[in-house]
């Protein structure tokens, strides 16, 4: 993998989250977990280049993430899309996704992700918060959430990017 700058990347982040899908991996070579996102984005705030990720509390990934400063956003194209679902769909805490999956852990000095992924953001977190029913604009929104099951938001610096060369 090589290393550029976030502004260097060239990519459709609405393409490769919302259609390609990315994982989500955190912890350390002792224990992590990952899981498939579709929801998220990426710009600039506070000065900084930041990714934007949104993850329940019930998630196994959420422990990692809640417990550690740094955490992964990797892509890895449409050849992966039945390994994307299988992390999206069972959880972390029953089996071991990379097992299952083939994918092959490397561990960053920060925070895992998978030798396949052909995009990889190392984020460090700086601010989160739980969205909420009051503050909902768009009463449609309300239709990805039942029984209140609200995602923490996580706004991270893109500390570092890794791309297939």
Same mark, same amino acid.
């Given at each position: 993998?090589?290393?550029?700058?976030?502004?260097?990347?060239?990519?459709?982040?609405?393409?490769?989250?919302?259609?390609?899908?990315?994982?989500?991996?955190?912890?350390?070579?002792?224990?992590?977990?990952?899981?498939?996102? &579709?929801?998220?984005?990426?710009?600039?705030?506070?000065?900084?280049?930041? /990714?934007?990720?949104?993850?329940?509390?019930?998630?196994?990934?959420?422990?990692?993430?809640?417990?550690?400063?740094?955490?992964?956003?990797? /892509?890895?194209?449409?050849?992966?899309?039945? /390994?994307?679902?299988?992390?999206? *769909?069972? &959880?972390? @805490? +029953? *089996?071991?996704? /990379? @097992?299952? *999956?083939?994918?092959?852990?490397?561990? +960053?000095?920060?925070?895992?992700?998978?030798?396949?992924?052909?995009?990889?953001?190392?984020?460090?977190?700086?601010?989160?918060?739980?969205?909420?029913?009051?503050?909902?604009? +768009?009463? &449609?929104?309300?239709?990805?959430?039942?029984?209140? +099951?609200?995602? @923490?938001?996580?706004?991270?610096?893109?500390?570092?990017?890794?791309?297939?060369?």
């Amino acid at each position: 993998m090589k290393e550029i700058t976030a502004f260097e990347l060239n990519e459709n982040i609405l393409n490769t989250v919302g259609r390609e899908w990315m994982l989500v991996t955190a912890g350390n070579e002792e224990k992590f977990n990952t899981m498939t996102v &579709s929801w998220g984005g990426m710009g600039i705030l506070w000065n900084k280049p930041v /990714a934007f990720t949104f993850i329940r509390p019930q998630r196994y990934t959420y422990e990692f993430i809640e417990n550690g400063d740094y955490f992964t956003m990797s /892509a890895y194209g449409h050849d992966y899309g039945n /390994a994307l679902k299988f992390c999206g *769909t069972n &959880s972390g @805490r +029953d *089996t071991d996704k /990379a @097992r299952e *999956t083939g994918l092959i852990p490397v561990f +960053d000095e920060k925070a895992p992700y998978f030798k396949q992924a052909r995009l990889v953001l190392v984020c460090r977190k700086m601010y989160s918060q739980d969205l909420n029913d009051e503050s909902i604009i +768009d009463e &449609s929104i309300k239709a990805n959430y039942h029984g209140n +099951d609200y995602h @923490r938001m996580y706004v991270s610096e893109i500390v570092k990017v890794l791309v297939n060369d």
